[in-house]
């Protein structure tokens, strides 16, 4: 797969097949999350991966016990979901709001079917050394067909879900993130419900214009022939978004 369909079109899937992932698979996924960045390449991370059905089931209450309590504090105006982000549109908030709901609702009521829960463990508490190594195995999993999210609900419920789990708590070690992964129900598309690069980003001064409108997603590309398409791309900040440099003959 080429690297940018990857990137733009690895969405959360929460509505996911029940069928099994095979181990070949999996193990290419964590093969590739290993290969992850992270501080002084100490590795100080352990990926548990849960398919047992008793456990998914226990664990399906305990997720739709978390969930509750995030969307009590979500009711309340607090937690990471209440506010829009500074400049963000606050009726496209929640329009967004309504439709992760709704696919979350899916997620929770369909739990126990998920074929896959991988659970991210940390031993500091950090979460920065363990973010890559999440993203490249939703990255290489994307390249497997198989889809997931990413969710941090469970943190509502740590406690029990680390003693549930056996997470050695006292060396220091910590649940930081869960993936539930399988193959999608539905069709991968780019996520193109983002705020546009001009308007989250600066140049040199926080608040001064970037250089460059980028109005609409730039991939797919598809106006490149195809092997040039795998040689890179160029955007000029003096021309329009969609219209690009010749691509360098030389790989970037
Ligand atoms: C740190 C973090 C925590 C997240 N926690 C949850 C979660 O608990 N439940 C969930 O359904 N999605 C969770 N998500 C997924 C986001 O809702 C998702 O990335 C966002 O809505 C964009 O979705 P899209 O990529 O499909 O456009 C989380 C994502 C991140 C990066």
Redesign the pocket.
Known sequence: MEIHEALYTT??M?RLRPDPIPLDTQARILDAAVRAPNGGNTQRWHFLAVDDPELKRALAQLFREARAVEYEKFAGGTGPMAAPAPGADPTQHAE?MRR?KGS?DY?ADHFEDVPLLLFFAIDDLGGANIYPAIWSALLAARAEGVGG?????LRNVEDRISEMLGVPVADGWKMS?MLALGYPRGKWGV?A?RRPVHEVSSRNRWGTPFGVDVPEPLWPHDYLAPDLATVGWECSPASSPRVFRTPSPHPR
């Open positions: 969405r959360m929460r967004t992760i979350g997620l999210v990413m969710t941090m609900v993130a996520a419900n």
